[in-house]
């Protein structure tokens, strides 16, 4: 029988809780470190971040550059901009 993976847990960047997947939206990076896009299937390959889906979370993770370190790439400003975008589509 084969080894269970462990789980790794998803803790957002921002707050740095544990949530549920739906709670989140998930930030993945090519393995090369080119490219950095939000994840919206959750099944992107590569190295991924969580943060939840809301806007003090992802502002903080922007202010503290939380999720450049947790992915070890630098993030455009337009992906935070595109996290808020896709939360305000949530919401309304
Ligand atoms: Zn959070």
Redesign the pocket.
């Known amino acids: 029988m084969e080894a269970q993976k462990r789980r790794r847990p998803r803790m ?1 960047v ?2 740095r ?1 544990e ?1 549920t997947k739906r709670e989140m939206l998930r930030i993945v990076r090519n393995a090369s470190g080119e490219d950095v896009q939000i994840d919206i299937t959750g099944k992107a390959p590569g190295r991924g971040a969580y ?2 889906l ?1 806007r003090a ?1 992802i502002m903080e993770a922007k202010k503290t550059n939380a999720l450049s370190r947790a992915l070890r790439v630098r993030i455009p400003d337009l992906l935070y901009a595109e996290l808020l975008s896709l939360l305000e589509g949530k919401e309304a």
Do not use: A, D, F, S
């Open positions: 957002c921002g707050c809780e949530k943060v939840c809301n979370c």
